[in-house]
């Protein structure tokens, strides 16, 4: 029996997509799709989405039916949440922009528990953030030695994460998810990074207003 290939980048970033179209394909009480038309909501090819796919196991669309979307779904649950046990997460930078971000983790079910918040500023420290109490990032060795967080949540200014990563690191954090200006994947190649840059999100579409063909 052949091995499956091995995901590439390009495919794990395009399972969240999936997923979301799916879900609101099977809550419009859609039962099954093709390569053809999963693709043309994707912006890619029924030969991507076939590949993509096929990554992930013996997963094959049956001839003039298309794929299950139920079958479909069960599959990306698994590959996205696991089996229901929950990557734990601390949030480093209690500020208006680490308070969004920590709403949204602990009232979305995207497979994460949060179980701490730090902060460096005494008027922030001993307030609560969605639940939880902020405590001084002078606790996070004793903390992560105590809990072992397995993804650090980074929601501030690039000077801190320059310091506060390298911290993490030696604590045994396994992921990133990097609110901050400081690249990670550079400074840790090892590291699993998932970097958001948002203001790159609204220069891109500033370009793209600015520069549409008349």
């Given at each position: 029996m052949m091995n499956n290939?091995?995901?590439?980048?390009?495919?794990?970033?395009?399972?969240?997509?999936?997923?979301?179209?799916?879900?609101?394909?099977?809550?419009?009480?859609?039962?099954?799709?093709?390569?053809?038309?999963?693709?043309?909501?994707?912006?890619?090819?029924?030969?991507q989405v076939r590949q993509d796919f096929n990554c992930f196991g013996d997963v094959?669309?049956?001839?003039?039916?298309?794929?299950?979307?139920?079958?479909?779904?069960?599959?990306l649950e698994k590959l996205l949440f696991g089996n229901g046990d929950r990557l734990t997460a601390i949030l480093i930078g209690a500020g208006r922009l680490g308070k969004a971000v920590s709403r949204f983790i602990t009232t979305d079910t995207n497979g994460y528990k949060l179980i701490a918040a730090f902060d460096s500023s005494p008027a922030e420290i001993g307030k609560t953030i969605s639940g939880i109490q902020i405590r001084s990032v002078d606790e996070l060795e004793a903390f992560c030695?105590?809990?072992?967080?397995?993804?650090?949540?980074?929601?501030?200014?690039?000077?801190?994460?320059?310091?506060?990563?390298?911290?993490?690191?030696?604590?045994g954090i396994e992921g990133f998810w990097n609110f901050s200006h400081y690249d990670l994947s550079v400074a840790f190649p090892h590291a699993i990074v998932e970097n958001v840059h948002l203001g790159d999100s609204l220069m891109s579409l500033g370009y793209q207003m600015r520069n549409q063909e008349q």
């Open positions: 290939p091995k995901p590439s980048l390009p495919v794990i970033k395009r399972l969240p997509k999936y997923y979301r179209y799916l879900k609101t394909l099977r809550a419009s009480g859609v039962t099954s799709i093709s390569s053809r038309e999963l693709a043309s909501q994707m912006g890619t090819t029924a030969s094959n669309g049956r001839q003039g039916i298309g794929y299950s979307v139920d079958t479909l779904l069960d599959m030695r105590a809990s072992h967080p397995q993804v650090a949540v980074l929601c501030l200014p690039r000077e801190g994460a320059q310091e506060v990563s390298g911290r993490l690191m030696n604590l």
